[in-house]
């Protein structure tokens, strides 16, 4: 079999020509990127960081990528920044609780140098099950995302040396 020329070409050239129709179906036929309308209401997708203890959620759609820190975890509230690439105009917390939802308006960093990063206050929380939706303004355009709590727990470690 190995001694038939036409089978090894075939073994060479077919994997080949199968990378290059997965690129050309995805530029044919895939979803193009747009460009956000003004007025328009887009959903960040929360990544991977945002579903357990890691002490920060990550937001993304397409170019805009924010990123959600607990500054302070008091006993009777907890602050929060979101940092983002882009200058945000608004951005508006509610912490979701047993069916009531506490909303907070964010304020913008007071140095000159973060632009693109706002604070907010919540009331702190003890129900690990709670969600936190975010509705932030960027550039005439809502983008918003419903993530867990569960992020704002930094994780301890677990070995030790």
């Not at 890691?54 to 805009?64: Q, T």
């Not at 607990?70 to 047993?98: I, K, N």
């Not at 964010?106 to 709670?130: G, L, N, R, Y």
């Amino acid at each position: 079999m190995w001694k038939n020329k036409h089978v090894v070409i075939a073994m060479i050239v077919a994997p080949i020509l199968a990378v290059l129709a997965w690129f050309a179906v995805g530029t044919l036929v895939g979803e193009k990127a747009r460009v956000a309308e003004p007025g328009a209401a887009y959903p960040l997708v929360a990544r991977s960081n945002c579903r357990w203890e890691s002490g920060e959620c990550e937001l993304v759609n397409n170019d805009l990528k924010m990123t959600i820190l607990p500054l302070e975890l008091g006993a009777q509230y907890t602050r929060l920044s979101l940092d983002s690439e882009f200058p945000l105009t608004q951005a508006t917390f509610a912490l979701l609780m047993g069916g009531n939802e506490v909303v907070a308006k964010a304020e913008h960093d007071a140095s000159p140098d973060a632009v693109a990063q706002m604070t907010v206050t919540i009331p702190a929380f003890a129900d690990p099950e709670a969600m936190l939706r975010v509705a932030v303004t960027v550039q005439e355009s809502l983008y918003f995302a419903e993530v867990p709590v569960v992020f704002m727990r930094p994780e301890e470690p677990r070995f030790t040396r």
